[in-house]
C-alpha cells in the first residue's frame, strides 16, 4: 500500500496500490507516493534466492500485486548475464564495484526502466487506455524511456533533450530510435530550459483539453513513479546478500554503500533497504559541484536560493531539485512536516531541519562532494590499474576512504556512454569526438564496444525534431493526430 508524502487532500484515495500509482504517480498537494509500511525481511529466508525470485520476493512483503511481475522480469534476459541483471568486481579487500549498467543503453536506469516499462505498457493495454509520457532528458533518462516502451500499444512517448547538449551517443540512443509510438524532440535551450518547457506543457490548458478529448492520459516515468523506486530497492539487498553468500561479511557485520547521486532514486532503494533491516552502516552520497545534497546532509539546510545550476563532467548528477529527498523527510519525520519544508523550497528556495532532525537523516546518510578535475584524475588513476570507469561512478570511488568495513559502490554507467572525458582525463587531447574515443579506448584497454553503442554510428538519425518553445504544443498536438 502506498500513501501520500504531503498528507490528502480528502479527495483522492489516501492509500493506493502500486499499479494505480504507477499509471497516476500524481499525489495530493504535489506530493510523491511513499510505502505506507516498511516490512522487515528475513534475511535466511532470501538467502539463497535468485534475482527474481527475490524481486517476487520484496513485491510480496510490501504488499505490491505481482501479477505482471513475471512477464516484467524476462526484460532482464537481455542484460549481459540473463541471471542477474548486475555485476560485482572487487577492487580490493574492502572495495566492491555494484556494476548497474549492464542492460541496453549502458546505464543503471536500465534496472528499474526495463521490467518498470514492462509493467506500464500491460497496464495500458490492460486499461485500453491510451497513456502519453512527456519526458525531458539530459541523456540518460531519455535512452533507458525509450528502449522500455518502443513499440508497446497504447503508451506513447515524447521525449525532449537540449539540442547540442548531451553526448553524442546519448543523443543517437534516442534519435536512432524509430518506433511509431516514439517522439524525440531536440529543444533549443539548455536542461532547465527543457523542463521549464515540459512543465508549461503540463500546464498548458488547450494541451490539457487536447489530450482529453483525443483521450489520452498523462503519466510519468521519472523516479517520482514509484514503479521505478521499488525496482531500486532489490539490487541493494541483492549486494548484500551477495556478500554474506561469498562469507566476504559475517552475518553480524554491516556494510557502506556509495551512491552517486542526483534525482535520488538510486540512494533512495538503499534507504528502504536499510529500514527494511539489512544491515548497511551508512549510505554514502556522492555529489558533484552541484552539492546542495552534500550541504543538506552536513548541514542540515537545503538552499538553492543562491544556486545556479552548473554544467559538469558527471552531468545525470547535474540537479538542483532532488525530488527523492522528500520521500526520505516523509518516513522520518511524517507528512506535515514534509508538506511544510517542501512548501518553504518553493516559497524561498530553501528548507531547513533542526539539530535533532539531522541526527536522524545522519543515522542513514553521509555525503561527500568533488568537483571536474579531482573527477578527471580519479579516472587516470583507476585507468593506470586497467580499470575504466565512468565519471559517475568516479565521484562515488572518490568519496571511499577505509572505513574498516566493506563497502559497495554502485557503478551507474559503462564507460561506453562518455567516452571524450574518460579521453580527456587521459589527456589525449587530440581525439575530439564520441566514436573516435571509443575506439581509441577499447583498442587501448582491450575493451568491448557493446553492440548498442556501437552500432549507433551506423543508423539513420530518423527520429529528430528540432523545435522551440514556440512550436513545440504544435508538434507533439501534430504527432498525435497522425498516430491516432
Ligand atoms: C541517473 C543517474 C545517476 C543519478 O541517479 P539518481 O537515482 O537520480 O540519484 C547517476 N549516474 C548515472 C550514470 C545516471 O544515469
Known amino acids: 500500500m502506498l500513501i501520500e508524502t504531503r498528507g490528502n487532500d480528502g479527495i483522492r ?109 500491460n497496464l495500458a493495454k490492460k486499461d485500453d487506455k491510451k497513456y502519453l509520457i512527456l519526458t525531458a532528458t539530459s541523456g540518460d533518462t531519455g535512452p533507458a524511456t525509450l528502449e522500455a516502451v518502443k513499440n ?48 508549461n506543457l503540463l500546464n ?31 539490487y541493494h539487498i541483492y549486494s548484500y546478500v551477495y556478500l554474506l553468500k561469498h562469507s566476504i561479511i559475517s552475518d553480524v557485520e554491516s556494510i557502506n554503500i556509495i551512491v552517486p547521486s542526483g534525482n535520488f ?66 518516513h522520518l519525520y511524517g507528512p506535515s512536516r514534509t508538506k511544510e519544508l517542501m512548501e518553504n523550497l518553493d516559497l524561498y528556495q530553501s528548507y531547513e531541519i533542526n539539530k535533532d532532525e539531522l541526527k536522524e537523516l545522519n543515522f542513514y546518510f553521509d555525503a561527500h562532494t568533488s568537483n571536474d578535475n579531482d573527477v578527471l584524475s580519479t579516472i587516470k588513476k583507476y585507468a593506470q590499474k586497467n580499470i575504466i570507469i565512468d565519471p559517475h561512478t568516479a565521484t562515488a570511488l572518490l568519496a571511499y576512504k577505509n572505513y574498516n568495513m566493506k563497502t559497495i559502490v554502485a557503478s551507474t554507467a559503462e564507460w561506453s556512454k562518455f567516452a571524450p572525458t574518460i579521453t580527456k582525463a587521459l589527456d589525449l587531447d587530440f581525439i575530439s569526438n564520441d566514436k573516435d574515443a571509443l575506439h581509441y579506448i577499447s583498442t587501448q584497454f582491450a575493451l568491448p564496444i557493446h553492440r548498442n553503442i556501437e552500432s549507433l554510428f551506423n543508423k539513420d538519425e530518423c527520429n529528430n525534431t528540432i523545435v522551440s518553445n514556440d512550436n513545440i504544443c504544435d508538434v507533439i498536438k501534430e504527432w498525435l493526430i497522425d498516430i491516432d
Open 204 to 234: 498548458n490548458t488547450n494541451f490539457k483539453e487536447f489530450l482529453s478529448q483525443h483521450n489520452f492520459s498523462i503519466s510519468a516515468t521519472n523516479s517520482v513513479n514509484f514503479g521505478r523506486i521499488i525496482f531500486q530497492i532489490i
Open 265 to 330: 532514486g538510486n540512494a533512495l532503494g538503499a534507504f528502504y533497504a536499510k529500514k527494511m533491516g539489512v544491515k548497511i552502516n551508512k549510505i554514502i552520497i556522492a555529489t558533484n559541484a552541484n552539492s546542495v545534497l552534500f550541504d543538506f546532509i552536513k548541514t542540515g539546510k537545503y538552499d538553492i536560493s543562491n544556486r545556479k545550476l552548473l554544467k559538469t563532467n558527471s552531468p545525470a548528477m547535474d540537479i538542483l531539485k532532488s525530488s527523492n529527498m522528500e520521500r526520505v523527510l516523509f
Open 152 to 199: 508497446q500499444q497504447n503508451v506513447y512517448v515524447v521525449c525532449i533533450y537540449p539540442n547540442n547538449g548531451t553526448s553524442d551517443v546519448q543523443r543517437l540512443q534516442m534519435t536512432t530510435n524509430s518506433a511509431s509510438n516514439i517522439k524525440v524532440l531536440a529543444l533549443d535551450g539548455d536542461f532547465d530550459d527543457a523542463q521549464s518547457t515540459l512543465k
Open 13 to 121: 484515495d489516501a492509500n493506493i496500490g502500486l499499479y494505480e500509482a504507477i499509471l497516476k504517480p500524481s499525489a495530493s498537494f504535489n506530493g510523491l507516493w511513499s510505502l505506507k509500511n516498511i516490512p522487515q525481511i528475513n534475511i535466511d529466508d532470501i538467502k539463497n534466492l535468485s534475482y527474481n525470485d527475490l524481486v517476487k520476493y520484496v513485491f510480496n512483503i510490501l504488499g505490491a500485486d505481482s501479477s505482471l511481475l513475471n512477464e516484467a522480469l524476462l526484460s532482464y534476459k537481455t542484460f549481459d548475464n540473463v541471471n542477474i541483471p548486475l555485476e560485482f568486481d572487487r577492487l580490493d579487500d574492502n572495495l566492491f564495484l555494484q556494476k548497474l549498467y549492464t542492460g541496453p543503453t549502458r546505464a543503471f536506469k536500465d534496472m528499474a526502466m526495463q521490467p518498470f516499462g514492462k509493467i506500464l505498457c
